[in-house]
């Protein structure tokens, strides 16, 4: 490909989603000139949400897409919960960026400047010190080469900077940070946290660490509960990149941002081992340039940095750049979930509860902590996410009945209802990657990601017992009905989490990145996106994301300033 125009800076950051927003914020706040190139159409902050305060009568098809339409453009993206007629407008489409699957495989992706910070569910949970040393201890993996110490002051960094609510607990496998106040459960969740705790001395029961504001951070307010995140949050009382990172960014004066622009290449100088840029195409124009600079991050999410840099091919790596490994591509790991149990509650019919509550409940691990936890089936294990609520008028559209008495009877509340849903942790194996194929190219000429990820028999044991355990806890909570379920079907990639394709290790014959996330080949290309992680745990994953990142700002710019870089 013939690439001109070069432009100069100090930093890059392909990417503007959680990871690659934090580092164009700390990278501008830190004095560099940062360019950040992004491949979906640019959002600005309160005048692009254009379905915020829509109400589901003001949308075309009352929230739902079309079916001709999902089919042709969205048969992937349309299994996320979070798809629909006022969020289709933040995704990929399909049709437009293919990919290959030797077994089913659900990439979700974003096509927007902000990425899935604007459609994230925004739960901030700290990974513990045990989950640092789970690799070392029983043989899955290799081990971490930073461990909890290292990146704990960066949570605190990362939670004063986003505002996370959450509940301290003093649980070691669930570490406390920096809370605002947490948000308050209802009168069955508060029941169901007194029966189980009560029941099960070591389980435990609190409200989910959100990045949502309680309390007034700077300019931005608390959260007002009116339950739309996903579409945009315009007092940002939800930490994303176009409402928070950026605004921040821009007032530095050192920020330029290029959408509609697919990084395809790292350029890479054979004399001094440094990465200098990276080529990119204007996806509108079809313009193709290269832009230069003293630092590059890649935050693309975890597989695209990892087709990138696969792409990115030269006489010293001619597998991938940085790729002397050979582990770019593989490890690839995501929690597997919809898997637990639901029930219902016959008690306080006549209690109710105002607004809707942008946030659940969690139920930190608690298998596989110490010998009296183990469980003989599998290793590492799992949380709960959930929540109790009771039906409104839609639940209408699956019951029988019509005419005056049947819409009257939709004003009374339905039945308390709860459901528990586990996320676990997936283990890192050689044999769950994406590669290239070089035999189909997309529309841009670059060839497609096949992937080749499956659950393995740990999945499979642990997922018996996340349904198992999920429905012995509604059950002593006092649910009825209750009903256990397994989407065994489900594919690999759909909890959203993908992490692992370029991990972060000690020996470089067996890792990509080194204990600040640079490449041990080639020191000032760093990778802070899910791609750096060495295992998966079961907490999600962002703010650890953001963490890694800020720590990895923080030490490449001490580096670049000392001209070690």
């Not at 934090?22 to 990278?27: D, G, N, S």
């Not at 950026?246 to 890479?268: F, H, M, S």
Request: charged fraction near 25%; hydrophobic fraction near 30%.
């Amino acid at each position: 490909m013939n690439f001109h125009k070069k432009q100069e800076f100090d930093a890059i950051v392909v990417g503007s989603g959680m990871s690659g927003g934090y580092a164009l914020m700390e990278l501008c706040r830190l004095g560099l000139k940062t360019l950040v190139i992004e491949r979906g159409r640019m959002v600005r902050h309160q005048q692009d949400y254009i379905t915020e305060a829509k109400n589901s009568w003001e949308l075309p098809h009352r929230g739902s897409v079309p079916p001709d339409i999902v089919n042709e453009h969205y048969p992937i993206q349309n299994k996320t919960y979070i798809f629909s007629e006022a969020t289709r407008h933040y995704f990929m489409r399909d049709s437009d960026h293919p990919y290959i699957q030797d077994e089913p495989y659900t990439w979700i992706q974003a096509n927007v400047v902000g990425g899935r910070s604007l459609m994230w569910a925004r739960q901030s949970y700290r990974l513990s010190p045990m989950d640092f040393l789970a690799n070392r201890d029983d043989g899955h993996g290799i081990d971490w080469p930073i461990r909890y110490d290292d990146v704990s002051p960066w949570y605190d960094h990362v939670e004063r900077t986003i505002g996370v609510s959450g509940q301290v607990e003093g649980l070691s496998q669930l570490p406390d940070g920096i809370f605002q106040k947490p948000m308050e459960m209802n009168i069955i969740e508060r029941m169901a946290k007194s029966r189980i705790e009560s029941h099960f001395p070591e389980r435990t029961v609190t409200i989910g660490r959100t990045a949502t504001l309680t309390e007034t951070l700077g300019n931005r307010t608390g959260c007002r509960y009116c339950g739309e995140c996903e579409r945009g949050c315009s007092t940002s009382s939800y930490y994303s990149t176009v409402g928070v990172a950026i605004p921040r960014a821009e007032a530095t004066g050192n920020l330029t941002i290029k959408p509609d622009n697919l990084v395809c290449q790292v350029n890479y100088d054979e004399t001094t081992g440094r990465a200098t840029g990276v080529d990119a195409i204007d996806t509108e124009t079809g313009e193709r340039r290269t832009y230069n600079a003293k630092l590059i991050f890649m935050c693309a999410s975890s597989m695209n940095t990892a087709r990138i840099m696969l792409m990115s091919r030269c006489t010293s790596f001619p597998n991938g750049i940085a790729n002397s490994s050979g582990a770019l591509g593989h490890y690839l790991m995501d929690h597997h979930y919809h898997v637990g149990a639901r029930g219902v509650f016959e008690e306080h019919q006549d209690r109710y509860y105002q607004g809707n509550r942008p946030n659940g409940i969690y139920i930190p691990r608690f298998r596989n902590l110490n010998p009296q936890t183990r469980h003989p089936d599998f290793v590492r294990g799992y949380g709960f996410q959930g929540s109790a609520s009771r039906g409104s008028w839609p639940r209408g559209y699956g019951m029988i009945g019509f005419g005056q008495e049947f819409k009257h009877s939709l004003r009374t509340p339905g039945r308390w209802r709860m459901g528990l849903g586990g996320f676990g942790e997936t283990l890192p194996r050689y044999e769950n990657y994406c590669t290239l194929d070089e035999s189909q190219v997309d529309s841009w000429g670059l060839p497609l990601l096949r992937f080749h990820v499956t659950r393995d028999e740990n999945d499979l044991a642990m997922r018996k017992d996340m349904m198992e355990t999920a429905a012995e806890m509604l059950e002593v909570s006092g649910a009825v009905e209750v009903e256990m379920y397994d989407d065994v079907e489900d594919a690999p990639g759909l909890g959203n989490h993908e992490m692992g394709a370029a991990r972060m290790g000690r020996n470089p014959e067996t890792s990509v990145l080194n204990a600040y996330n640079q490449c041990h080949d080639v020191p000032n290309l760093i990778i802070s996106d899910g791609a750096c992680m060495t295992s998966s745990a079961c907490q999600n994953p962002s703010l650890t994301y953001m963490a890694l990142t800020a720590r990895a700002c923080d030490h490449a710019v001490r580096k670049l300033k000392d001209g070690l870089l």
